[in-house]
């Protein structure tokens, strides 16, 4: 969920955290920063033929200051992102999820009767293939199943998950299923797909609680399997699968939980927590994604108020503090590592701008580049490749 939203504003205070100001419940964001480009992309249906990886940048258009929704950049063969040009129709748009083939992209709109949009990417110029409410709102995260098959998405506001079939054009189809998660104050945050394919996982921040579903596919319905629930004001975000293992990133307490997965049973058994700050950090802090390397070595979580992503090691035994590396921005709402795994692109929400660190494949240590890619309320980014 954007930080700027009023419900969400509400939750935080409530729970101690950061007040956010604002009558209209949004955030002034300072877009005096160093730049790639100094104009925004011009919107062209056609797009601007250009050589590198097509990148897919989000943003909240209905933010002060307003973001683009939907754009996209070129990485170059220097990992510069270069303008390309806007997607028309897609609006906050807040997260994204790859079809299996990686043919078709599929947005969050994060609007308060939230939508899902999908994106053709088959071809050169992205094109809208259309969007279909939620029937939840405010949706902050989506995925595909890996069958391609469906779609499950994640509604904050109302904690809600949600459930379309995916039609084989890449359209999303109808509704199957819409589920509420219990307690006072859910707010549903992120849903994904087992790596055993067979379980639907929840986590929901408001509940302090991680949902696991039985899935039936040939209803599309989702049937409660187990409810981890975790202390009270942990506000879990975000979570990484490692196969048997899963790394769940919290939001109001700054720290890691490593859950063992029975994959054959469906079930989480908390360990090890490890905290996502230097032990002298002070002032209020809310980490935002965690994501781990294709080789299982290293997990990388962001920090929003420290402005800075922590490195962990991979051990047998859980995760290994390395340290922390600041984003050169304000508040790393989203990163995501290129196809090469040898940069990691931060999206900073306040600062309006994606800032590039590079990445060394044997320590997994970062390091700040001068790249600075400007984007009004960016939200998330993701690659092509």
């Known amino acids: 969920m954007r ?48 050589a590198g990886l097509m990148t897919l940048i989000g943003s909240y258009t209905s933010a002060s200051p307003a973001g683009r929704g939907l754009e996209v950049a070129i990485r170059n063969d220097a990992g510069v992102l270069e303008p390309s040009g806007v997607v028309d129709g897609v609006p906050d748009a807040s997260f994204f999820a790859w079809s299996p083939d990686h043919k078709y992209l599929y947005v969050t709109n994060e609007v308060p009767e939230g939508t899902i949009t999908a994106v053709d990417l088959s071809g050169h110029h992205p094109m809208v293939l259309g969007s ?8 902050t995260h ?29 359209t999303i189809g109808e509704s199957t299923d819409l589920v509420k998660h219990p307690g006072a104050e859910p707010h549903a945050h992120q849903v994904l797909v087992d790596p055993s394919k067979q379980w639907v996982v929840a986590v929901d921040l408001g509940a302090d609680a991680v949902f696991v579903y039985a899935f039936d596919a040939a209803t599309g319905k989702l049937t409660q399997h187990q409810h981890l629930e975790l202390p009270t004001g942990t506000g879990p975000r975000h979570l990484a699968f490692n196969y048997d293992r899963a790394y769940l990133l919290a939001e109001l307490k700054s720290e890691i939980t490593v859950l063992d ?22 002032g209020e802090n809310f980490p935002a994604e965690i994501a781990i390397t294709r080789d299982a070595k290293f997990a990388y979580a962001t920090n929003r108020g420290d402005n800075n992503i922590a490195t962990f090691a991979i051990t047998g035994e859980g995760l290994e503090f390395r340290g922390t590396t600041p984003v050169g921005g304000d508040w790393p709402r989203h990163f995501a590592l290129d196809p090469e795994q040898t940069s990691l692109y931060v999206a900073n929400q306040r600062s309006g701008a994606i800032t590039r660190l590079t990445r060394d ?25």
């Open 3 to 50: 930080d700027n939203a009023m419900p969400r504003r509400r939750f935080l205070t409530a729970a101690g955290a950061l007040g956010l100001a604002g009558a209209a419940g949004v955030v002034a964001t300072s877009t005096a920063c160093a730049t790639t480009s100094s104009a925004a992309p011009q919107a062209d249906p056609a797009m601007q033929h250009a």
């Open 142 to 170: 989506l995925t595909v199943h890996p069958s391609g098959e469906f779609i499950f998405t994640a509604n904050y506001t109302d904690g809600t998950v949600s459930v379309h079939r995916r039609n084989a054009d890449g």
């Open 132 to 139: 279909q409410p939620t029937g939840g709102a405010g949706p």
């Open 361 to 385: 494949a044997g320590s997994g240590a970062l390091s700040p580049t001068q790249d600075v890619y400007e984007c009004p309320s960016v939200a998330a980014v993701t690659f092509h490749g």
């Open 261 to 282: 997965w029975d994959l054959d049973a469906g079930q989480f058994t908390p360990g090890q927590v490890v905290g996502t700050r230097e032990p002298d950090a002070s």
